[in-house]
C-alpha cells in the first residue's frame, strides 16, 4: 500500500481532520460539524469544514459510510462524489434518507462519509467511425441475467 502526504485546511472551530479508522483502510472519515435532520426522502448538503488540496493526478472520491447506510438508510446522493484536484473548496456531502418511514438526526461531530484517494489515469479520446466487435456488443443493463 502507498502512502501520500495531502494537505488540508480546517475551516470550522468544529471540524475535524480526515482520519482512518483502521490501518489498512481504503476510506478515510469525514465528520459533519451540523446537526443533520433528514426527514424520510429528505437530502442535504452537509458541511464539513475541511478543505483539502489534491496533487495532480489525483482525485479524491466521496463514498456513504455502510453502517450508516444498513442502520438507518442513509446515502450519498451523487455516489461516489468526485473531488478533482484543483479543487480546494470546502468538502460537503450532500446527504439522503432512503429509510421510507424514519427520520434520522445526525449530531455535529457524527462521522458521515468515507474520502478515498485514488490516482487518476486521464483519456484522450478519440473519434472513430467504427467500434471494434465484441462477444458482448452493445448488450447492457441485464443482459447477463441474474443466475450463476
Known amino acids: 500500500m502507498s502512502k501520500i502526504n ?13 482520519k482512518y479508522a483502521h490501518d489498512g483502510d481504503a476510506g478515510a472519515d469525514l465528520v459533519c460539524i451540523e446537526d443533520v435532520t433528514l426527514k424520510p426522502g429528505e437530502r442535504s448538503l452537509v458541511a464539513t469544514g475541511v478543505a483539502i488540496a489534491l496533487p495532480p ?18 446515502g450519498i446522493v451523487n455516489t461516489p462524489g468526485t473531488i478533482d484536484s484543483g479543487y480546494r473548496g470546502e468538502l460537503k456531502i450532500c446527504l439522503i434518507n432512503l429509510d421510507p418511514s424514519e427520520t434520522v438526526s445526525l449530531p455535529a461531530g457524527s462521522r ?16 472513430v467511425q467504427n467500434l471494434d466487435d465484441t462477444d458482448r ?3 447492457g443493463f441485464g443482459s447477463t441475467g441474474i443466475s450463476s
Do not use: C, M, N
Open 6 to 18: 495531502i494537505e488540508f485546511k480546517l475551516l470550522h472551530e468544529l471540524a475535524q481532520a480526515p
Open 57 to 74: 493526478g489525483y482525485v479524491g472520491l466521496v463514498h456513504p459510510r455502510s453502517g450508516l447506510a444498513t442502520k438507518h438508510g442513509i
Open 112 to 127: 458521515i462519509a468515507q474520502l478515498v484517494i485514488q490516482e487518476v489515469t486521464t483519456a484522450q479520446f478519440i473519434e
Open 137 to 139: 456488443s452493445d448488450r
